[in-house]
């Protein structure tokens, strides 16, 4: 008898989007519920960024006051529950792709555009999503999603702004992802 | 009761593993929802895949129904859930900034999180982008403070804008999700899969789809009929939350206490006047704000009173306890922390620091207890008197007919050397320490 031929694993399919949404308002309610406050990804990221400039350059996180508010002194950046969170988000995204068998090393990219173009398109998006989240207040995740479930007005503005200028400009960056 | 007061255990390991075991959950739930796929994210605008608006609404409006029921039965304080401020126009254009990193790097901060979880090389090239730019606000937010903390709304709900209540809010946040949803099944149809749409197409048909959708239009519409807890409802849990006993007259400050806290530079002292304006324009403390029975549950009042900064302690005033307490626990209901009562109210308080004769004195007969100004006034002296500010020097200013009674003070003492203290203002006042601050105010913002 021939060996057995190889199997390639197949990733399994997502979830049902509505039953990800539902478990997804369990978790945020659980949140709200636990904690009082919502989930969170953005703020987590500025105070690793931080952290790692405290590494290089202590004295600049000291005198740049949005960063000495941070880690400025004595206190230390990753010491916050932002950072626990954004840490069991990174475990979460992993435990469920091995699951869910979707671990592995790949780019996703539209196929009309090539590697390089797709990681540049993502570091732009990146310093935009970051720059923007800062200046909003949180993420997609801590202003829009928790904030909306408690009927925050501004957290509304806001998703709707994202959703705005993302419509707006995708059919002119449609080369990017069809 | 819920939420829990974490303070207590911060910077402890089992503080770190709550919210590291609501990250895995989190992680998770955007993982297997297919949040670490760019590809599937983007689609969202080219309304092939309208996963996102799917994932995203069900969660807010689930959020949103379990959060409100959990208001309306009891077991959690709305007061005390964070909801993240209004700073309108930061929000729009930080959003638009948003929307444009979306469209062109494929992620937002926590999807790219998930998809770096799980090796997408263009996910871990993201985060790297989102820290870049965290880093360039940090280094630029000085330049954008004016800009930054613009238009600001505070605690500002749905509910507030359109003058409903929450309940009702709820309810048609449900409505509109369940619209936007069928939209979004008919986009992907058309779109997605090049499908035209047949009058057939346009009945939904999934039982599962039908039976949640009834599930959160029935729960959030129980919710608007139940409502949300009034304040006389919630106060007992609001004072057992910060473990304050009426009984046992927690929180009734004595006035000498409160003068100390009023001399201590370290603590914003605020007294709300609950009284009416004839008594207030007659004699009030200091600096104190008169605050009538509407403005008790104004939210735009009330959101100002918790605005304040943490270290900010609050005390309510009438002229005796009865009027204070009752809009002590108004106010405790809506989620102000550091708040006392003054102690046998104005009346006592003018016992403690007696004003001068010739401006006020005791009404005989009447209990010092009394809703009723115990004093009689000779003239509105409003907050120019000694007894308004016992703890400011008060040798400095004294009355003219306070000098009448003390001439020696008439005379300046030479090399402005500090004058003597008339010994009727120098006996020492015994209280039992009652205030217990808090410097945790009102709670913040999740993403912060």
Not at chain 1, 133 to 142: M, Q
Not at chain 2, 120 to 142: H, P, Q, R, Y
Not at chain 2, 319 to 331: I, V, Y
Not at chain 2, 372 to 400: I, M, R, W
Request: some cysteine; overall charge positive.
């Amino acid at each position: 008898m021939p060996d057995k031929p190889r199997v390639v694993r197949e990733a399994r399919p997502y979830i049902n989007p509505y039953l990800g949404g539902a478990l997804l308002g369990v978790v945020l309610f659980a949140a709200f519920f636990i904690t009082g406050s919502g989930l969170g990804a953005s703020a987590a990221i500025n105070r690793l960024m931080s952290a790692l400039l405290e590494l290089f350059a202590p004295e600049h996180v000291d005198r740049v006051g949005y960063l000495a508010a941070m880690g400025g002194g004595t206190s230390i950046s990753l010491a916050h529950s932002t950072v626990a969170m954004f840490a069991g988000t990174l475990l979460g995204g992993f435990v469920s792709g091995l699951v869910g068998r979707r671990v592995k090393p790949e780019l996703r990219k539209g196929p009309q555009i090539g590697a390089g173009t797709r990681i540049a398109a993502a570091i732009i998006g990146g310093i935009l999503m970051g720059y923007g989240a800062r200046l909003a207040r949180g993420c997609t995740s801590g202003q829009a999603l928790s904030g909306g479930a408690v009927l925050s007005v501004g957290s509304f503005a806001f998703m709707f702004s994202i959703f705005i200028a993302a419509y707006a400009l995708a059919y002119f960056l449609r080369r990017l992802w069809n | 009761m819920a939420p829990f007061d974490l303070s207590s255990i911060a910077d402890t390991a089992p503080y770190y593993l709550i919210f590291l075991a609501l990250g895995l959950a989190f992680g998770a739930v955007l993982e297997m929802s297919g949040f670490g796929d760019s590809r599937k994210l983007a689609a969202q605008f080219y309304l092939k895949d309208m996963t996102v608006l799917k994932v995203m609404f069900t969660a807010i409006v689930t959020a949103c129904v379990l959060i409100f029921s959990a208001s309306a039965i009891g077991i959690l304080d709305f007061s005390f859930v964070a909801v993240p401020p209004t700073y309108l126009m930061p929000g729009i254009i930080g959003g638009l900034i948003m929307g444009v990193g979306f469209i062109i790097g494929g992620f937002c901060p926590g999807t790219s999180v998930v998809a770096a979880g799980t090796l997408k090389l263009d996910g871990i090239a993201f985060v790297g982008g989102v820290g870049i730019g965290t880093l360039l606000f940090s280094e630029t937010a000085s330049l954008l403070t004016s800009f930054r903390y613009s238009t600001f709304m505070g605690r500002f709900l749905l509910s507030e804008l359109f003058g409903l209540p929450e309940g009702v809010t709820v309810l048609l946040l449900v409505g509109m999700a369940l619209l936007m949803f069928y939209g979004a099944e008919l986009a992907e149809r058309r779109f997605g899969r090049g499908e035209a749409i047949t009058r057939a197409a346009l009945i939904p048909r999934n039982r599962f789809t039908i039976a949640g959708a009834g599930a959160l239009l029935g729960t959030a519409a129980l919710v608007a009929v139940i409502g949300q807890p009034s304040a006389e409802e919630k106060w007992p849990m609001a004072a057992n939350r910060a473990g304050i006993s009426l009984e046992n007259r927690d929180p009734y400050v004595h006035p000498a206490e409160i003068a100390q806290w009023r001399a201590d530079s370290s603590v914003s002292v605020r007294m709300l006047d609950v009284r009416s304006e004839g008594d207030f324009n007659r004699f009030h403390i200091l600096g104190a704000i008169r605050v009538s029975p509407s403005e008790l549950t104004d939210s735009q009042f009330i959101r100002s009173l918790q605005e304040a900064p943490a270290n900010t302690l609050t005390f309510v005033v009438s002229n005796g306890e009865t009027r204070a307490t009752a809009a002590w626990k108004q106010l405790l209901a809506q989620g102000l922390t550091n708040l006392y009562i003054v102690e046998g109210g104005i009346n006592n308080w003018l016992t403690v620091f007696p004003p001068d004769a010739c401006i006020a004195v005791p009404v005989k007969g009447r209990q010092p207890g009394e809703e009723e100004l115990a004093f009689a006034f000779t003239q509105a002296v409003g907050d120019d008197c000694y007894s308004a500010h016992p703890e400011v020097d008060f040798k400095e200013s004294p009355t003219d007919c306070y000098l009448e009674a003390h001439p020696e003070l008439k005379q300046r003492p030479a090399n402005n050397a500090v004058r003597p203290v008339p010994f009727d203002r120098q006996r020492k006042v015994t209280f039992q320490p009652k205030v217990k601050m808090k410097k945790a105010g009102a709670p913040k913002g999740g993403c912060g």
